[in-house]
């Protein structure tokens, strides 16, 4: 059995437990439950507050985690950073009133900063060379310099709205988070083996979110030319069709490059060009 901890509430959680689902792993947490076991994957769920995750994973209570790199790396636990899952991004920044003047990272020098996350910040004031006074707080951080508190805050910016709202605009981007897979470093071969099926299954759905299967008619004598632009998983499936000289083309196609790839599918005279999604891809 492998035990895995989750955000019980907040950001993360929905998205995390989609995660499992898409791999086929039927869990319930009815009632509110704080623990749960898989019904078809030797996995125990534990839903807790995501800034304890880390030390959970660190203490061997759970064995893998879901939290955002951002808390990973404050807390800064010895545990392995398995999987960047893709999922929850956002950035951590440093914001300052908007009628303050801001030109340079050297403007923060002498200043009053609150935060939540008060050890990535000071490792990059360090690294920057700049003194400036860190107040740690938990909750609200933006009301801090309406309130006289401090002169900037540092804390996580998805849309920034809420920056806008209070006043804030942002200066400097610290660090760019998302939601990460995390793992004891003292697993048993037993749980290892767990991890790498589990692992297996996280991959599949990855890629296949990011990956598009494309079928489409063409030419005999551009066939080399689409070839060359449809590499596929190793190359493109082509298939003869009753119509002499021309065949049936299937592939798979990169989210990112996949409008590229139609334009010139197209100048090399491809027909009924079919899009359809992937639910898993495993290579």
Request: charged share 25%; net charge negative; proline share 4%.
């Amino acid at each position: 059995m492998l035990k895995i901890a989750i955000q019980k509430s907040g950001r993360l959680f929905e998205d995390s437990i989609k995660l499992l689902k898409e791999c086929g792993i039927e869990i319930s947490n009815g009632n509110k439950q704080l623990k749960t076991v898989a019904d078809n994957f030797p996995l125990e769920i534990y839903f807790l507050r995501d800034d304890d995750i880390p030390q959970y994973v660190y203490d061997g209570v759970a064995d893998i985690g879901i939290v955002g790199e951002n808390v990973l790396l404050e807390k800064n636990k010895d545990i392995d950073l398995v999987y960047r899952l893709g999922f929850g991004k956002c950035r951590l920044s440093i914001a300052v009133p908007k009628g303050v003047e801001y030109s340079s990272i050297q403007d923060l020098q002498g200043l009053k900063i609150a935060t939540t996350y008060s050890t990535i910040l000071q490792n990059f004031l360090t690294e920057k060379k700049i003194n400036a006074e860190i107040h740690e707080i938990s909750g609200s951080v933006e009301i801090a310099p309406g309130i006289g508190l401090a002169h900037a805050i540092c804390d996580l910016v998805s849309s920034g709205s809420t920056l806008f709202t209070n006043g804030l605009k942002e200066v400097e981007v610290i660090l760019k988070s998302e939601a990460v897979l995390t793992a004891n470093k003292n697993l048993s071969p037993e749980q290892k083996e767990i991890l790498e099926k589990l692992l297996l299954r996280i991959n599949a759905v990855k890629k296949a979110k990011n990956s598009k299967y494309i079928m489409l008619n063409a030419p005999n004598h551009q066939l080399k030319n689409i070839s060359a632009v449809l590499p596929g998983m190793k190359s493109p499936t082509i298939v003869p069709l009753p119509e002499e000289g021309w065949s049936s083309v299937q592939s798979v196609v990169n989210e990112n490059d996949f409008w590229d790839i139609i334009e010139k599918l197209k100048s090399f005279e491809a027909e009924g060009i079919i899009v359809l999604p992937i639910e898993k891809m495993i290579v």
